[in-house]
Each structure stands twice: as structure tokens, then as C-alpha cells.
């Protein structure tokens, strides 16, 4: 599980090599937003350990490996030692591993590295729509159009079965639609 948090939001995708699993993200309130980083970092673990809890139940996960790409927090879940509002943060983390029956293994990951998860974390900030099939298929219908693909979306939100992700995640044919031909499709 990698996990990154923003000022707007988090995001967690949930991989078994060489596959992604799952993702996860959410968005940060008013007092969220005030939080330190370390601070949300650390609350993003704890949503991608909640959000992939069944998941991790059904899969029969005994040992996570969670990365994070804020040093500080990862140091703090590592060695018990931060202020006592993170500790507070830390022990959910520890709860909620309790709680699943794992083992955890936290370990840095080099922001540059964190492309999905970081992507995640700030996608909230353009949020994630989705129009209603049935609007969808109505317009679709009212002005004679066959799409074939579907350019910017994501395994959660996409309309049609063949579609272009902004991110690497599950299911896409492929990334960045924009620099992809699309020839033979109706976008």
C-alpha cells in the first residue's frame, strides 16, 4: 500500500505485484486542512488501512508493506517518537493493523516515486465526477453519437467498458489521452 496526502485530500493505491488491487482517496475538511503534513500523511495510512480493510481480509493479507514518501512520518510510526498529537495518529495505526490481524512493514518512498498516490491525494482538488449513465446514454441517443472510448476517467468512474486513465490504475488501455491517437475511436 503507498499512500500520499495534500492539503486537499489523500490517495492510496493498493498493489500485489505486479497488479494494482484497489485504490483509495478521499478529501480533506476545514480542520483537516490546518493539520501538519506529518499530521495528514499519517491519517492517510490510517484511511488506506480502513478503506482496504475487506480487501485485505478476503486476499488473506498477513503482511503489509505500507510506503509514504514524508520521512518524518514514517520515522515516527517506525520509532514511537513524536509530539503527543502524532503519537495519538500513530496509535490508530497500529490499532487498526491490530484490528486486521497483519504485520505492517513501513519504509520511505522517494516523492518521485509516489506518482499514483500523489496523483490521488490532489485529484480530489478537481474532483471526481462522474455523469449518470442514464444522462449519458440519453444524450449519447439525442445526438446520434456511438462513443467507443472513454478519454478521461478512471476504473471508478468510467462510462464506457474501453477507457484512457489520467493515472496507472486498473483496467485502462491506456495513459494520457492526449497523447495517444485515437483513429479509429469516437471519443
Same mark, same amino acid.
Given at each position: ?38 499530521? #495528514? ?8 488501512? #480502513? ?29 514511537? #517518537? ?22 505492517? /512493514? ?15 491525494? #490532489? ?23 456511438? /462513443? ?31 497523447? /495517444? ?7
Amino acid at each position: 500500500m503507498t499512500t500520499d496526502a495534500a492539503p486537499s485530500g489523500w490517495g492510496s493505491p493498493l498493489e500485489r505485484e505486479p497488479e494494482m488491487i484497489a485504490i483509495a482517496q478521499g478529501t480533506c475538511n476545514k480542520r483537516q486542512v490546518k493539520l501538519s503534513s506529518n499530521s #495528514r500523511e499519517i491519517k492517510a495510512i490510517i484511511k488506506g488501512q #480502513r478503506s482496504f480493510a475487506k480487501t485485505l481480509k478476503n486476499l488473506r493479507v498477513q503482511s503489509l508493506a505500507i510506503r509514504n514518501d514524508n520521512s518524518t512520518a514514517v520515522c515516527s510510526i517506525r520509532k514511537w #517518537r513524536a509530539s503527543i498529537s502524532l503519537i495519538k495518529e500513530i496509535n490508530q495505526v497500529y490499532q487498526t493493523t491490530e484490528k486486521l490481524g497483519i504485520q505492517i /512493514q513501513i519504509n520511505h518512498l522517494p516523492s518521485v516515486k509516489n506518482e499514483i498516490a500523489d496523483t490521488l491525494s #490532489r485529484l480530489s482538488r478537481a474532483g471526481d465526477y462522474k455523469l449518470k449513465e442514464k444522462i449519458f446514454r440519453q444524450t449519447c441517443l439525442q445526438m446520434n453519437l456511438n /462513443q467507443t472510448i472513454d478519454l478521461f476517467s478512471q476504473r471508478f468512474n468510467n462510462l464506457l467498458p474501453r477507457f484512457m486513465s489520467t493515472v496507472r490504475g486498473h483496467g485502462e488501455i491506456a495513459i494520457d489521452s492526449l497523447n /495517444q491517437t485515437w483513429k479509429k475511436d469516437l471519443p
